[in-house]
């Protein structure tokens, strides 16, 4: 059985997110037989040699998918469904890409190079979860691969498990924050968002481990039993323009889980949750009413999250025009308290973001079909 890694930078400046989970597997006595890391940007050849000393490295440039494009011509996909899987649509000059196409790339050098198992981690993961103690909290490595495995070996098709850290959601206090939910279409996340200042929007790892089906699968935290996977869509997600600037819309992974739900495609709950450092300074506390840092964060989480929902309503059989107007109405409240909370006044432009995002309704649902097409080529081809 060959279980690979696979993680996507922008590029490759050091080797500490990656060596980290590669020490994770030799601790814990699972062998990994590659890392595959793709990336959008130059990676320094100091770092990729230092990897190459521990484990057997594969890089992809996005830009320029040279494997794979080479073992799809070789095993007769059409230039066209090669063109639409291979070819990056959109590519920010600062190396943004859409997660989906970052992950899908990945996902084929994998099948290509006929792997069994593929880990995906992101580079603000860990293979640690943290812990709530009576000193306060505490991290704690553990057997990240192992807690995976052994639902695979059960007969899970894939696994995946919610994360410890801080929430997206930073703690916050202001009018309309239920509207600002409701606007993003995050409604689910009132009642947490709300109580905030007691829990201080920090999740722990759970006492009890509890292993579970789900139907919710976390792009940057899962495994999967590639044969399984082939007979699924890609990952897909959003990216769109709006004054001059490229956003991607989140939600490859959603748009994913909701494919599951009408599949006898198995995912488990592993039920340990690694480390995410959401705003990428644990343990510092994310201050959204006075911290520039966690205001560029979240202002991306939305523009993100209005990025996806388009599409995401479109998936999910909703009245669009209807969706549209509702969820407007609603944002546009929560983004001016927003706004007078933190003092920033660019998060009032998420309007137009929006707004820029429901007119791309119709092209999400274009490039959708024709990758789900130029896969299902790839696949048919791949499993004769």
Wanted: aromatic fraction near 10%.
């Amino acid at each position: 059985m060959k279980i690979a890694l696979g993680m996507i930078v922008r590029n490759l400046s050091s080797e500490v997110e990656i060596m980290s989970f590669i020490e994770n597997a030799e601790k814990y006595g699972h062998k990994l037989d590659c890392v595959i890391l793709a990336h959008a940007m130059k990676n320094d050849p100091a770092v990729e040699q230092r990897i190459r000393q521990k484990v057997t490295l594969y890089t992809v440039d996005i830009n320029n998918p040279a494997y794979s494009r080479e073992q799809m011509i070789r095993r007769g996909v059409p230039e066209g469904a090669r063109n639409i899987l291979l070819n990056c649509p959109v590519v920010s000059e600062s190396g943004l890409v859409p997660y989906g196409f970052n992950r899908t790339i990945v996902l084929i050098e994998a099948i290509l190079r006929e792997i069994d198992i593929l880990f995906f981690t992101d580079s603000d993961v860990s293979a640690a979860v943290l812990k709530k103690t009576p000193n306060g909290a505490t991290l704690e490595e553990v057997d990240f691969y192992g807690a995976h495995l052994d639902q695979l070996e059960s007969g899970s098709d894939a696994t995946t498990v919610e994360y410890s850290g801080y929430n997206i959601l930073p703690p916050a206090v202001f009018d309309h924050m239920d509207d600002l939910l409701f606007g993003v279409q995050k409604e689910s996340m009132r009642n947490y968002w709300q109580t905030s200042p007691q829990h201080r929007c920090l999740v722990y790892q759970p006492d009890e481990i509890e292993i579970k089906p789900s139907r919710k699968i976390l792009g940057g935290n899962m495994a999967i039993k590639l044969p399984s996977f082939l007979k699924l869509p890609p990952f897909f997600s959003t990216a769109y323009t709006y004054n001059d600037e490229m956003f991607l819309g989140r939600g490859e992974d959603t748009v994913l889980g909701f494919e599951l739900g009408k599949s006898s495609f198995s995912c488990s709950d592993v039920g340990v949750h690694p480390l995410h450092d959401t705003y990428k300074n644990y343990p510092k506390e994310p201050n959204l009413q006075n911290d520039p840092d966690t205001q560029a964060r979240f202002y991306y989480a939305l523009t993100g999250w209005v990025g996806r929902n388009p599409f995401y309503n479109h998936i999910l059989g909703n009245d669009l025009a209807q969706t549209r107007e509702r969820q407007r109405e609603h944002l546009a409240k929560g983004l001016d308290s927003l706004s007078s909370y933190t003092s920033n006044e660019r998060f009032k432009t998420v309007l137009g973001n929006f707004d820029e995002s429901w007119d791309n309704v119709d092209r999400y649902i274009s490039e959708f079909a024709q990758t789900r097409e130029a896969w299902q080529t790839f696949t048919g081809i791949t499993l004769t």
